[in-house]
């Protein structure tokens, strides 16, 4: 097995609002692609879900890792840092509106021992012109608020309001955040989003004057409808557009479907196989 190397923690770079923080017993320890990924979350209030790690291996890019990723929205840091220990990207930088999420992916990043690559901005993303360069971007990606602020019933937490609904951000505000970011040859801006909203996310994405590349829609079943979207977009001129097949996460009889299984192992990255099990070692440094 491969063993990280040891980050030098003064190089990590972080922007804070406010310095408040979570509480120990306010934290769970969880893990993704089988201990290589490990993750404080808050026990109550927003918990990442399957999107993260479908997201993660959607923006992938067997030909090239990308110099340089925003994470729109990043939560408790688990696209990006995942993309770092995958070594899909180099330097990723998050940007989080929430001061206790931000925060959080401090202590993530240094979980993983990639502090050195890891810029947060702790900021709006509707105010990222001052903060970041435009058209410098290999790689956007976002798992944004899926719903509008008057859709179905706002969570009481409001973390988990504002991570869930467009109260701090509209879709068609995330998206020319996306446009601006992007190189305009070579970037990619790679999306999760509720397939039945897929016609608004395409309007979004066409009034940003950028391109939608390629589609996989992800079932729960092979006999149920796609409940999920994972979307690519390009700047530049139009190309052919590329639906992949369907994404099924669980067989008929329940089981977790071959796809499914090498997404949520780790297997389908050659740079996680190979990577040790962090668990133990994080439970001792607790």
Not at 39 to 49: D, E, H, N
Not at 134 to 162: A, C, H, M, Y
Not at 187 to 205: K, W
Not at 232 to 259: F, M, T
Request: aromatic share 6%; proline share 5%.
């Amino acid at each position: 097995m491969t063993h990280r190397k040891k980050q030098c923690y003064s190089n990590f770079n972080i922007n804070m609002k406010n310095g408040s923080k979570y509480s120990t017993e306010e934290l769970s320890l969880d893990t993704l692609f089988d201990g290589r990924v490990v993750l404080y979350q808050p026990r109550k209030g927003y918990r990442f879900s399957v999107d993260s790690p479908l997201l993660t291996w959607f923006s992938g890019d067997d030909r090239r890792c990308a110099d340089r990723c925003a994470d729109l929205g990043s939560g408790c840091g688990i696209i990006g840092i995942s993309l770092l220990v995958a070594q899909m990207a180099r330097h990723v930088v998050g940007v989080e509106i929430q001061p206790r999420l931000a925060d959080l992916s401090v202590k993530n990043a240094r979980a993983n021992a990639v502090e050195s690559q890891l810029q947060v901005l702790n900021t709006n993303i509707t105010a990222l012109q001052q903060a970041l360069p435009s058209k410098q971007f290999d790689l956007v990606v976002s798992n944004p608020p899926f719903w509008p602020v008057d859709t179905g019933r706002l969570p009481p937490d409001e973390e988990r309001r504002i991570a869930r609904h467009e109260i701090s951000i509209t879709l068609a505000e995330l998206v020319q955040a996306a446009q601006r970011l992007l190189h305009p040859r070579r970037g990619r801006f790679c999306i999760a989003f509720p397939a039945i909203r897929l016609e608004i996310l395409l309007s979004a994405i066409a009034e940003a004057h950028l391109h939608t590349t390629r589609i996989v829609f992800v079932h729960p079943t092979p006999d149920s409808s796609a409940e999920l979207v994972l979307l690519e977009a390009r700047s530049g001129r139009a190309g052919q557009l590329k639906i992949a097949p369907p994404l099924y996460l669980k067989n008929s009889d329940n089981s977790n479907s071959q796809i499914a299984s090498e997404i949520l192992s780790g297997a389908f990255c050659d740079s996680l196989r190979t990577l040790a099990d962090l668990r133990t070692a994080s439970r001792q440094a607790q």
